[in-house]
């Protein structure tokens, strides 16, 4: 067997290729092509198998296993060799051509006429045991698509094709050399054409799955167009717009979890909510529907004057599509920075870093610019919806507007109006604790704060905004 081909450089192996020689020829090229796709199918199934990612293809795992076995113990080695006998063997039968042609002599002229077609023989074997390989390759390549690394997908596809072409090849090769036969070679024409009528109906069902898998991403790609182009008209939307109220604020926190929900599916490969209090995560939407890198941090500085200096809580960089956490901090505090930035991201255009001090939906402390208060603004709309909030309010303290009565006092308590008037001093007294309770006419539940994963204050601040709480 000629080895050589495989020793020397790929651009060496081009050349010969398109030298325009018969060696290597195309029995050759289809199956360096299989050997291609082999080589891809073993790297995605190598990915798959990597510590990380075990677990989430820990189902078909065994099965792609079994098929790397096959293809590097079994499929590759025979591809390396056909390659190179493909080579040896149509050298050959071209050389026996020559000899022919060139024979004047026509006793001899027939018998080299005779082995030439022997040799062409071997060389129609070739391309179809090559094709059998590709069929192979083929069908692992469209289970390692569907089953293994989704982001190697295209390694998957390359590889599914490869094959394909490969094994479409490999029937036109054979087809072509059944020319030069004639019929006292019937029953070796008729095996071989019995081969490749097989072989060609695993062609088309295999196009047609190649073909598949490509629309398959394009639906991807589809959905994920329609979620982009929501995004994108409601950024154009809010940073365009130099005069915003609160209204406004509110009403871009609501399109974009209005987004969220409607392209979940998509947004969350797997395990898609089904709730509409799991899509306020603010890291989750930065990263895969606003396309930033999102990372925590307890390294981010300090930042202020002279007078008060303050400890970084988040930064964000629209330019370099980055936004920081510092992890220094409580988890609502974390929270509502994170989704502070998001109002950054929604409304409004910095062309340079920014750093925001920790806020944790509370009152303000010192003057703030319109910006930070927007942020501020559409941090609590986003993370305190007022659908929910209304209906979780509801189901807590059994009414749309809880007022201090005899009823209410003894559900909260088991006290009259006037204690808990008392203990609550005030409206903000109050509402901070509704946002705090977790007991109400004697059923227990998670705190409204807890719930929404916001600081009391900031959620009995969001209770006085809706209006459901009188004192």
Same mark, same amino acid.
């Given at each position: *067997? @000629?080895?050589?081909?495989? @020793?020397?450089?790929?651009?060496?192996?081009?050349?010969?290729?398109?030298?325009?020689?018969?060696?290597?020829?195309?029995?050759?090229?289809?199956?360096?092509? =299989? *050997?291609?796709?082999a080589k891809l199918?073993?790297? !995605?199934? +190598?990915?798959?198998?990597?510590?990380?990612?075990r677990p989430n293809y820990a189902g078909c795992l065994p099965k792609l296993l079994d098929m790397n076995a096959a293809i590097e113990d079994r499929i590759f080695p025979e591809l390396t060799k056909l390659f190179c006998e493909d080579a040896v063997q149509f050298d050959k039968t071209i050389k026996s051509r020559q000899a022919r042609d060139l024979e004047k002599n026509p006793v001899k002229k027939a018998r080299l006429a005779r082995q030439a077609l022997g040799d062409l023989k071997i060389a129609v074997e070739i391309p179809l045991s090559i094709a059998s390989l590709s069929v192979e390759l083929a069908q692992i390549a469209g289970f390692v698509f569907d089953n293994a690394f989704k982001t190697a997908r295209g390694d998957s596809q390359v590889a599914l094709s490869g094959a394909v072409a490969a094994l479409g090849g490999c029937l036109s090769i054979v087809q072509l050399n059944l020319l030069s036969f004639g019929s006292d070679e019937y029953d070796w024409i008729e095996n071989a054409r019995s081969q490749s009528s097989q072989l060609k109906s695993h062609f =088309?069902?295999?196009?047609?799955?190649?073909?598949?898998?490509?629309?398959?991403?394009?639906?991807?790609?589809?959905?994920?167009?329609?979620?982009?182009? @929501? &995004?994108? *008209?409601?950024?154009?939307? +809010?940073?365009s717009n130099k005069k915003m109220s609160n209204a406004d604020v509110e009403n871009y926190a609501t399109q974009l979890q209005r987004l969220v929900w409607k392209h979940r599916d998509k947004i969350w490969s797997k395990n898609a909510p089904t709730n509409p209090l799991q899509i306020l995560i603010p890291d989750v939407?930065?990263?895969? &529907?606003?396309?930033? @890198?999102?990372?925590?941090?307890?390294?981010? $500085?300090?930042? $202020?004057?002279?007078? #008060?200096?303050?400890? !970084?809580? =988040?930064?964000?960089?629209?330019?370099k599509k980055?936004?920081?956490i510092s992890n220094d901090f409580s988890p609502q505090v974390m929270a509502f920075t994170a989704a502070h930035e998001l109002g950054h991201a929604i409304l409004h255009n910095q062309s340079v870093l920014h750093r925001d001090i920790p806020v944790d939906g509370g009152e303000s402390k010192g003057r703030r610019n319109p910006? #930070?208060?927007?942020?501020?603004k559409f941090a609590s709309y986003f993370? *305190?919806?007022?659908?929910?909030?209304?209906?979780?309010?509801?189901?807590?303290?059994?009414?749309?507007?809880?007022?201090?009565?005899?009823?209410?006092?003894?559900?909260?308590?088991q $006290?009259?109006?006037?204690?808990?008037?008392? #203990?609550?001093?005030?409206?903000?007294?109050?509402?901070?604790?509704?946002?705090?309770?977790?007991?109400f006419a004697g059923i227990t539940f998670k705190s409204l704060a807890d719930v929404f994963n916001v600081s009391v204050e900031a959620m009995a601040i969001r209770l006085e905004e809706l209006g459901l709480v009188e004192y």
């Open positions: *067997m @000629d080895t050589k081909l495989l @020793d020397i450089s790929t651009e060496e192996l081009l050349r010969k290729f398109g030298a325009g020689n018969h060696k290597p020829g195309s029995g050759s090229a289809a199956a360096f092509q =299989g *050997m291609i796709s199918l073993v790297t !995605v199934i +190598s990915l798959t198998n990597e510590e990380k990612r =088309g069902e295999l196009s047609l799955i190649a073909a598949s898998k490509i629309e398959a991403l394009e639906s991807e790609v589809d959905k994920k167009a329609h979620l982009y182009k @929501d &995004v994108n *008209m409601l950024l154009k939307q +809010s940073k939407l930065f990263k895969k &529907v606003l396309g930033y @890198d999102y990372l925590y941090s307890n390294e981010l $500085g300090l930042n $202020g004057n002279q007078t #008060e200096m303050s400890e !970084v809580a =988040g930064i964000i960089d629209q330019q980055l936004v920081l910006q #930070e208060l927007q942020a501020d993370l *305190m919806p007022r659908k929910q909030i209304n209906e979780i309010f509801q189901t807590f303290f059994l009414t749309d507007k809880f007022v201090i009565d005899e009823s209410n006092a003894f559900n909260l308590i $006290g009259s109006p006037s204690q808990l008037k008392a #203990e609550c001093r005030s409206l903000r007294g109050l509402s901070r604790k509704l946002a705090k309770a977790e007991y």
